[in-house]
């Protein structure tokens, strides 16, 4: 029996940041350390230990304001997003962006650029950004009411 084009629906999106084996291990700890996010689980390769005695994950699901994102391992993985990036940006709003931004950075992201305000911000709210040390792009947002769309 075929299904109607409206009959799909999704449960949910989860981003998969994929990092290049073995820094999945690093990557799961930054953004634990960086944005306090929660590990929800992980699959460990039954090959030895990282050098720092950590068990090589495969795949970790963090839980991360209120949603889900898995970081992997994948070989064919760039050691590092290049400056370019990759096309993707991810986003988290909080109350207090210069102290998320310090946090960040503190734990190894790199701030680009200055926080900006209005217009050119995320709906009007204030934003600034930072790259984690894996490549990909962080937007720390203030929470705004102009903005019909919300995130999760």
Known sequence: MAQTEGAVKFTAVKPQL????????D???FYKTAFGAVEGGSACC???????????????????????LVVYSDESAPDRVGS???GTQLCL????????ISKAVRAGAV????????????CGGRV????DPFGYVWLICSPSNNCAVKCC
């Open 93 to 100: 709003e909080t109350k207090d962006v210069e102290a998320a």
């Open 46 to 68: 039954p090959r030895p230990t990282t050098e720092q005695g950590l068990p090589n994950i495969l795949c970790a699901v963090l839980e991360l304001a209120g949603c889900s």
């Open 84 to 86: 370019e990036g990759i």
């Open 18 to 25: 994929m990092v290049k084996a073995p820094r999945t291990v």
């Open 27 to 29: 990557a799961v700890q």
């Open 128 to 131: 600034g950004k930072v790259r």
């Open 111 to 122: 701030a680009e650029g200055e926080i900006t305000e209005g217009g050119g911000a995320c």
